[in-house]
């Protein structure tokens, strides 16, 4: 059975690669697995037939043969535990590519959303301009310290894998803000995850649904 995931109708990053169905397109890509695409709108999401995918009403979810998922890091374990190409045979190096996708969604994703909060969703409160920079000494930090694990490896743990792909992503949500630029290393490393093929044909399928439609608001 194809899968069926959902995803923004219209989103703020017309298609940017920045919305989390873009972690699922991709690993869908890498295992080369076809799937289909519902388009959702910001009103359908808080309605009971997608709150019943999705508790929280927020894209992706994932539907296959009965199964239902929801948060774009279950959805890509679940991928990358039945199909081959992002985790290792290995049980040590696979058990060791589930917690960089752990890291990629606790450690470091968390203050870069912290971030895009404090800029675009509490920009005109007094307590922001102070808060700010609290919040990027806290991703540099995390930025630094990845930079250093990685050092002048290719891929976080040997060969890509599903850590890579998460933490890739995560990393991307980072870009408008140019904070990456100050890691030359890491931003190498995201520009390998960008030039892979299955990234390119899930960030232009994402795109796809968005030009020619005017910004979301």
Request: no cysteine.
């Given at each position: 059975m194809i899968p069926t995931i959902t995803a923004f109708e219209s989103s703020p990053d017309r298609g940017?690669?920045?919305?989390?169905?873009?972690?699922?397109?991709?690993?869908?890509?890498?295992v080369e697995q076809p799937y289909n695409v519902r388009l959702v709108s910001f009103k359908a999401m808080k309605e009971p037939a997608h709150r019943a995918l999705q508790p929280f009403g927020q894209?992706?979810?994932?539907?296959?043969?009965?199964?239902?998922?929801?948060?774009?890091?279950?959805?890509?374990?679940?991928?990358?535990?039945?199909?081959?190409?992002?985790?290792?045979?290995?049980?040590?190096?696979?058990?060791?590519?589930?917690?960089?996708?752990?890291?990629?969604?606790?450690?470091?994703?968390?203050?870069?959303?912290?971030?895009?909060?404090?800029?675009?969703?509490?920009?005109?409160?007094?307590?922001?301009?102070?808060?700010?920079?609290?919040i990027k000494d806290r991703i540099r930090g995390r930025l630094g310290e990845l930079s250093v694990r990685l050092g002048d490896a290719d891929c976080l743990d040997g060969a890509f894998s599903a850590g890579d792909l998460m933490m890739v992503h995560a990393l991307l949500r980072l870009r408008p803000s140019g904070m990456l630029d100050e890691y030359p290393t890491l931003a190498?490393?995201?520009?390998?995850?960008?030039?892979?093929?299955?990234?390119?044909?899930?960030?232009?399928?994402?795109?796809?649904?968005?030009?020619?439609?005017?910004?979301?608001?």
């Open positions: 940017q690669g920045l919305a989390r169905d873009m972690r699922v397109r991709w690993a869908l890509e890498e894209i992706p979810t994932y539907e296959e043969d009965g199964l239902v998922l929801f948060e774009s890091g279950a959805i890509v374990l679940h991928i990358a535990q039945h199909h081959a190409g992002l985790l290792p045979d290995e049980a040590n190096a696979r058990a060791r590519a589930v917690s960089w996708m752990f890291a990629a969604l606790n450690t470091v994703e968390q203050p870069i959303i912290e971030l895009q909060i404090a800029r675009f969703q509490e920009g005109d409160k007094p307590w922001t301009a102070e808060r700010l920079p609290l190498a490393y995201v520009a390998r995850g960008e030039a892979r093929p299955a990234y390119k044909r899930a960030f232009a399928a994402q795109l796809a649904v968005f030009i020619g439609k005017p910004p979301a608001g």
